[in-house]
Each structure stands twice: as C-alpha cells, then as structure tokens.
C-alpha cells in the first residue's frame, strides 16, 4: 500500500484510512503497510506506527494489516516487529538487511533472532536483491522456512527457477508469493500463492479473478488476464516504485501526493505514459 502525503510532505492519515477500505474491498486480502511502495525508507517510525494503527482500525475484520518492520539493524528490526505485534497487527514484512551485506550465515541469524523475539506473530521474508544488494540465497530460505513462525517469502528476485527450487526443497504450508506482478502468473504454475501486488491499487479484483482462475484450473481466463493487464505491469515499474502507481492513483482520483525525496515528482512522459494505459484499460 502506498503512503499517502500531503503538499507539505507530511503523511496524509485519512486518505491513507480511506485507500486501505477501499483496498479491502476490492480484492486485498492483506495491506502490506509501510513495504518499498509505501516509501518506508523516508517514513519515521513514528509515522509508521500510527500508519500500522490507522490501517489497521479501518480494516478491521475485512483484511489483515501486515507491518513493513524490516531493517539493516537486527536489533530495531527486533523492536519495531515486537511495538507491531503488540498493536494486534496480523504479521511482519521482513527485509533482507541492505548496504551491510551479510553473510548468509548472518542472515540466517537476523532472521531466526527476530523470529524468535516475536513468537506469535507470523513473518514474512522479504528477497529484493535489486534494492538490497545482497540475495537471501535457497538454501538459506529452506533452513529458515523450518522456524515455526516463518511462513512465507515475498520472492522479488526475478527467478522463476529460483521459486521452483524453494516449492521443491520447502514444506507446503511455507508460502510464497510473487513480489512482481508480471511475474505472478508464472510463478504460481511452479507453486507460488498469490502476489505482494503494486497494481491492486487499480485492478485488485481482476488479479483475484486471475488467481482464482488459474487455482480452478481455468489457465485460458489466468493467462488472458494476465496479458490484458501487462502494459499497466509494466508502466507501474517504467520508473522506480512507487512514482508510477501514486501517478496513478492520481489520475482515477486519489489525492496521495508524490513521493518523498530523493524520490522524485513524476516526470511528464511517465505521466502520460499511465495516462494512455489507463485509458486503454478503461480505468479513466
């Protein structure tokens, strides 16, 4: 879910509520809060525990509120997972550690530490190499998916062959998910999920309709979804996430602002890049 900000840059805490009830009815099963899309990196973590209470009251019983706590630090990332959990918050969003770049073995250890910190509350792994630097490499998912409160992996690394090898190598019950939507598709006909998803903002619905389709075995409905909604996969990712999506969002309506620096303001050809996909969509 993206942060919403208002002109002066301050995080704008209704319209956040009302994108996240808006998101819990069209499709979302969870809201990721405070994730890459959501700026995490220039939020507070003030800002974000008060995001993380605000989303989490205006969902409540209509989707779960998963809490971006993730850090490079074991420690905060330790802190801020317990302060989450102790709001009642349904999960964690865990980050591989960027800029540092651990060993894996270091890894291991920050992810295990955390886990084990925060017993009740369910984790999500989250591979980026793109953003991070550094890849949480198969071997090292397949140990920690045996800790009883790891359960699932947002796979952003861009492999469909590195996820085959994770269903192969892991128990059922572990779950991963696409973190690319171009990639969803693909990634659950080698046993991923469903998708930590950027586009929901605007078709949340039609990529349940897709996952349904594909899970009841309807692979025509899936793949026509897939490729009808391509050209948006692809203008949401023509710049760094989350510019293209909060244009977006503007464009069918929602006042969410622009992104913080060093983020820029959405540069004109994006614009009217989006703008044409979304009149082609029907979404204008």
């Not at 790891?150 to 085959?164: L, Q, Y």
């Amino acid at each position: 879910m993206v942060t919403p900000m208002r002109a002066d840059g301050s995080v704008d805490y209704d319209v956040a509520a009302k994108l996240a009830e808006t998101l819990a009815s069209q499709g979302s099963d969870t809201l990721v809060v405070c994730g890459t899309t959501g700026e995490s990196p220039t939020l507070t973590w003030d800002e974000e525990f008060e995001l993380f209470r605000v989303v989490r009251d205006a969902v409540a019983g209509r989707a779960k509120v998963m809490a971006g706590t993730g850090s490079n630090s074991t420690q905060e990332a330790i802190e801020a997972t317990q302060k989450s959990a102790s709001l009642g918050l349904d999960g964690s969003l865990q980050v591989v550690p960027y800029y540092n770049k651990p060993p894996q073995e270091g890894l291991f250890a920050h992810f295990r530490d955390i886990a084990a910190a925060c017993p009740d509350l369910p984790l999500m792994l989250y591979n980026i190499p793109g953003r991070t630097g550094i890849d949480l490499l198969p071997e090292t998912v397949i140990r920690l998916s045996e800790i009883e409160n790891i359960v699932a992996i947002k796979e952003a690394s861009g492999s469909v062959d590195r996820v085959a090898r994770l269903r192969h190598h892991t128990d059922p019950s572990f779950a991963i998910y696409s973190g690319d939507d171009a990639l969803t598709l693909p990634l659950l006909s080698v046993g991923a999920r469903g998708v930590v998803s950027v586009a929901s903002h605007l078709i949340g619905e039609q990529i349940q309709q897709a996952i349904a389709a594909f899970e009841s075995g309807d692979t025509a409905t899936a793949t026509a979804l897939h490729l009808k909604y391509l050209p948006l996969f692809d203008a949401l990712f023509s710049i760094a996430n989350p510019i293209p999506v909060k244009c977006a969002l503007r464009l069918t309506g929602w006042d969410v602002g622009e992104c913080r620096p060093p983020l820029i303001a959405t540069p004109a050809a994006v614009e009217t890049q989006m703008r044409a996909v979304l009149q082609a969509l029907g979404a204008l």
